[in-house]
């Protein structure tokens, strides 16, 4: 089992930052991977940021050079730092963490989600 805390949404004008937490406590040694997803209002889940336990990470096209994912492992957090957001950033954003091969995830969980709203 894993527990996943998300932390750090709010509101904040277009062009401003935000950055979001994501606190794994449980079986943390049984993941490769840790993401960051959102999904808005009448829309699919999309994938914002990946990082593997490797360092590797991925971004979607949206987001790239806009936001940063990063992980402290020494307290088991990812982090999403979001710059220059725009109105279209508006979601809600989930954590999620377990083994990802390809692009495929196995045996992952999500937090909650947290509200991120961008007013323009």
């Known amino acids: 089992q894993l527990q996943l805390v998300e932390s750090g949404g709010g509101l904040v004008q277009a062009g401003g930052s935000l950055r979001l937490s994501c606190v794994a406590s449980?079986?943390?040694?049984?993941?490769?991977?840790m993401g960051w997803y959102r999904q808005a209002p009448g829309k699919q889940r999309e994938l914002v940021a990946l990082i593997t336990t490797g360092d590797n990470t991925n971004y979607a096209d949206s987001v790239l050079g806009r936001f940063t994912i990063s992980r402290d492992n020494a307290k088991n957090t990812v982090y999403l730092q979001m710059n220059s957001l725009k109105p279209e950033d508006t979601a809600v954003y989930f954590c999620?963490?377990?083994?990802?091969?390809?692009?495929?995830?196995?045996?992952?969980?999500w937090g909650q989600g947290t509200q991120v709203t961008v007013s323009s």
């Open positions: 449980g079986s943390i040694f049984s993941i490769n991977a």
């Open positions: 999620t963490a377990g083994k990802k091969y390809g692009s495929s995830w196995f045996d992952n969980y």
